[in-house]
């Protein structure tokens, strides 16, 4: 996908410090970035904690204002000048209607709007985008969703390394660090994560100081509803009157619930643009790729010129064909389910499953299966070779035949598992892998699962099934290659380890390893659920 931008056209000015005054009295700080030679030009809002200078100045600020918009970048409260405390989140709705109230305001303001950004900056959108009223003409999210809680707390389980990341992150800006913080936290969240202290202790390792964001993700995971009720703005996704656009990654932390922001538009009968490619969150190709689509999407909106706009709206990057594809919806025309079976012998296939003895082994939260790949917060993200992860023996590792053509996979990825396991707290990780003709694994998507007793009803066996939603895909497994299923109970440091013992998730110590035995009969057909779209 080419990534140009046309011919700018003009000289831009800079407002800096315009003071926002909020309701309760706290004033954010903005600066105005202003196309020379325009009157009263449409304008961008983005709002963002990472402060509104250097590298998001320039791509965000001067970049738009050079093509004909005013690009006003407020930072957040709690940082880069903006007052009040950081309670990440938690503002952004008051907040960012507050600074719409006030843009209305503005002499210079001319009444039609849009917003734009990536990851925190996209959650700010959806956080007023159904509230902001008919001036709101376009969006343009990447890497982002309408909600936080189902990415920190994954499929029930916690996702310690991301959650930890942007905890270590958050604590470094403003400080001598500055940009040097982004590149560090990866590190020290690692070596806290592996520390083997209590996760209620990781943050203090890895900032250097207790974050009550960290605490709150810690003590509101059992009962998350209290906590994320007004952080989440997925109910109201399908009231967004204003254009949207949406750049996500296949590697990406937020990409399963971005798609449903997009489906829940589709069911609203609005009609989003979805791109998604070879990208992970920190990126910067997805940046430039996201601020490319943009400006066409503001262009068209905006400014009445749809020129560059696509002619379907759904485009994906298939990988393993490494090709772009055009799509006119998602889940794309003609996808149809296939379920491919776990079967004797560490075998996978679409045949129907067999009579066949339960697959085991024993999961040690003291010696925690570790994660090879997988999307995380910062830091490459792409697929990596998993084979030495597939030689331990919490691993089961189911292989199917060579395939004898391309197969294209894209869409929803989902598992259904039957599990009897000797503790009533456990976690199912459930990855697909791509196999190449000499051997190489790569990780292609994964999902889990985490169990507490009376969370999935077990038969008089003891044996409970287990629904796993995996990420999504878009790939074709070549001809040669074959398809490979991972099942086992941790992907650590990316999800905490589950402990066995039901303990509070910030505090607890003792553990317990878990006996797993992988069922995979005609009774309790265990089996990956994949999205084959016919060539």
Known sequence: MAITWPRTAHRVAVQRDLPVPMPDGVVLLADRHIPVGAVRPPTILVRSPYGRRGVFGLMYGRAFARQGFQVVMQSCRGGFGSGGLLDPLGDEHDDGLATLAWL?????????????????????????????????????????ASQFRDAAYVGGAFALESSLIWTTLTASMGSPLGGAGALLAPRRTRRAALSGRPLGELDVLSAGRGMPFFQDLLAHHADPAAYWGRRDFSSSVGEVQAEVTMVGGWYDVFLPWQVKDYAAMRAAGRRPQLTIGPWYHADMRQMRAANTDALAWFRAHLLGDPSKLRELPVRLYVTGAEEWRDYPDWPVPGMREQRWHLRPD???????????????????????????????????????????????????????????????MVGPV????????????????????????????????????????????????????????????????RLGHRIRVHVTSGAYPRIARNLGTGDPLGTGRAMVAADQEIFHDPSRPSAVVLPLVPR
């Open 104 to 144: 209305r305001e503005q002499p210079w303001y001319g009444g039609s709007l849009a917003m734009h950004g990536p990851s925190y900056l996209g959650y700010t959108q959806w956080a007023v985008a159904p509230f902001a009223g008919p001036e709101l003409k376009a969006m343009a999210t990447s890497v982002t």
């Open 346 to 408: 560490f075998a996978l296939a679409p045949e129907n499953p067999v009579e066949s003895e339960p697959d085991r082994y024993r999961y040690d939260p003291a010696h925690p299966t570790p994660a090879l790949g997988g999307p995380v917060l910062l830091g490459d993200s792409r697929p990596r070779d998993n084979r030495r992860l597939e030689a331990r023996r919490d691993v089961l590792v189911y292989t199917g035949p060579e395939l004898r053509q391309d197969t294209d």
């Open 414 to 477: 989902s598992a259904e598992i039957y599990l009897r396991s000797s503790t009533g707290h456990t976690d199912v990780v459930v990855r697909v892998c791509d196999v190449h003709p000499d051997g190489t694994s790569l990780n292609v998507c994964e999902g889990v699962r985490r169990l507490t007793p009376g969370a999935s009803v077990a038969d008089a066996d003891g044996v409970r099934r287990v629904e796993v939603e995996l990420w999504p895909i878009g790939h074709r497994f």
